[in-house]
């Protein structure tokens, strides 16, 4: 990031909302949360050694393909976590597998670890990205509570921020990156933008307070199903 524009470091620094507002609620983190919290590490790790990394002069693309199945596990298993009802929850724990599989072929057959990825992480979003749309569309549709007052709309309202931006960001990313470079940083500084934006909702969402689950157990750090 070094000689990167000011809005970089506030798309760096905003991931700490998050993460802090976790921290300091940790009183009312529900498994869901839990598992959110995790993606937000491994995000928050990825990048930093991905920091420096770059002001080694290093290629640093291979993160994403270190922390990618691990996020994905993270973020789907919070997302499952989220659903009403048994059936979503149970389909979405049986992407999980899938997915990682398709991530190690994908890695052996198809991916160069020194560029963008043109399969496993877009894979990756667009799953994060339709579950997340899914479990607002879903929960809402059934809330009988203000959806403001939710944490899962205001995190899944984060996530469908995030993912929907790096659906877009990757694919154009790896065809742009040598033939219009200029196309992929602004394509960045939106996303800087974009991820600004999903750190504040994601952190709103962990200052709601906890709620009895839908299946009827009580959402405590205790709970685990």
Known sequence: MAGAPVIAYVAFAAQLAPLGTAFA??????????????????????????YVVARLHYNHHFLSYIFTPLQGVAILWALALFQIQ?????TIRIIIPIFVAAWALALLFIE?????????EP?????????ALYTLVARSSEATEPVTQQDWFWICSGLALYFGALTVLLPLSAALVYSRPDIVTKAYYVDFAVNIVACLSIANGFLC????????????PASSV
Do not use: C, E, K
């Open 25 to 50: 609620r940790r009183s009312q983190m529900t498994p869901a949360r839990f598992w959110v919290f995790v993606w937000l590490v491994l995000w928050a790790v990825m990048n930093t050694i991905g």
């Open 86 to 90: 048994p059936v979503a929850r149970l």
């Open 112 to 120: 160069n670890v020194n560029n963008f990825s043109t399969f496993a």
């Open 123 to 131: 894979v990756y979003s667009i799953l994060a990205l339709g579950t």
């Open 209 to 220: 307070s906890a709620r009895s689950t839908p299946s009827g157990s009580f959402s405590s």
